[in-house]
């Protein structure tokens, strides 16, 4: 299954959540924000929302600092 990560061609295979997406890209433990399709998916809804085919993802980590 092909979606757009963050701009760009990404392969998912055959289906994919907003988790397990997280875990493939490197996102995993890290305080995120994901934005599909312009709307954004609360976190409590990351282990059951199921991505298709065509899906632009948008994930916005933050980084401290100061």
Not at 1 to 18: F, R, W
Not at 26 to 46: D, T
Not at 58 to 66: C, F, K, L, S, Y
Request: proline share 3%.
């Amino acid at each position: 299954m092909q979606i757009t990560l963050n701009g760009h061609p990404h392969d998912c295979g055959q289906s994919a959540t907003v988790t397990q997406l997280l875990h493939q890209a490197g996102y995993a433990g890290r305080r995120v924000a994901v934005e599909i399709n312009h709307e954004i998916v609360p976190r409590s809804l990351h282990d059951g929302h199921e991505l298709r085919e065509g899906d632009r993802v948008e994930i916005v980590h933050a980084i401290g600092g100061g």
